[in-house]
């Protein structure tokens, strides 16, 4: 199935959950937040939602630093 992650096209697996499109990208879900189709999803339902064809993720990594 065809989703769009961070703005580009993607083929996931039929059935394939946020939990398994982050492990396929090699992404740590601690390490992220996931966007679905403008709604925020909470990390621990990240390996019971599945995606659907057509579905839009943004992927957002959390960064470190600061000001001096």
């Not at 703005?7 to 039929?14: D, V």
């Given at each position: 199935?065809?989703?769009?992650?961070?703005?580009?096209?993607?083929?996931?697996?039929?059935?394939?959950?946020?939990?398994?499109l982050l492990e396929e990208l090699q992404i740590n879900p601690l390490r992220v937040a996931v966007q679905l189709n403008q709604q925020i999803t909470k990390r621990e339902l990240?390996?019971?939602t599945a995606l659907q064809a057509g579905d839009t993720l943004e992927i957002i990594t959390f960064m470190a630093g600061g000001s001096q």
């Open positions: 199935m065809e989703l769009t992650v961070n703005g580009k096209k993607l083929e996931a697996a039929n059935g394939a959950t946020i939990a398994a990240y390996e019971s």
